[in-house]
């Protein structure tokens, strides 16, 4: 049980730590293109993006496919980017995007995946692989619930678009992108 929670605790601090600011910023790019009277949307949405980080990681983990460093920072810059263009571009959601979010979540599993193998190793412990999918599927859904509500409370105080939000803030994440990149 130790083990669980130790894991758990892990992914959950490395998802909200400033210093991984790539996937804090996915996440609030994530949750600023909805409003809380689209929660069901929004919650399959996410749970299509933790599938994806499921399989991601799986496949890395049971080393079924092996990537390089520089192949997976690659990934995380064409994740961010395809979720900052989607909140430029889009402005409503159609089936297509739950098979984009699923493949947006196997890259972040990738991603997710160096930071498993660094601090558990490389050999495979069930306890310690669920509690690692558990803390970082939590930390996806309060890192982007988070951004939902105060993105909804921003709107609502100020009386502002939510679009200009959305645009001011996926513009951020191709900056980082590119920043990233380059």
């Given amino acids: 049980m130790d083990q669980l929670i130790y894991s758990f605790e892990l992914a959950f ?5 400033f210093s991984n600011l790539q996937q804090i910023l996915f996440l609030i790019i994530f949750g600023i293109f909805f409003s809380l009277k689209d929660w069901r949307t929004y919650l399959l949405l996410l749970l299509a993006l933790c599938s994806g ?10 080393k079924a496919v092996n990537l390089n ?10 994740s961010l980017s395809i979720v900052s263009l989607h909140a430029i571009f889009s402005h409503k959601i159609s089936a297509i995007h739950y098979n984009i979010f699923v493949i947006i ?19 495979f412990k ?11 599927f939590t930390g996806f859904l309060i890192i982007s619930f988070l ?26 994440g191709l900056g980082v992108a590119l920043m990233m990149y380059f």
Avoid: E, P, W
Avoid at 110 to 120: D, G, I, R
């Fill in 13 to 17: 601090k490395h998802l909200c730590q």
């Fill in 126 to 136: 069930f306890i310690s692989y669920l509690g690692y999918n558990l803390g970082s």
């Fill in 147 to 172: 951004s939902l509500l105060i993105c909804t409370l921003v709107i609502s105080l100020f009386r502002t678009d939510k679009h200009k939000i959305s645009l001011v803030l996926a513009g951020i």
């Fill in 105 to 123: 979540g196997i890259m972040q599993g990738f991603v997710l995946s160096l930071h498993y193998k660094a601090a558990l190793g490389s050999s």
């Fill in 69 to 78: 460093h520089s192949t997976i920072h690659l990934l995380a810059i064409i």
């Fill in 53 to 62: 980080s499921l399989v991601g990681l799986s496949l890395s983990v049971f």
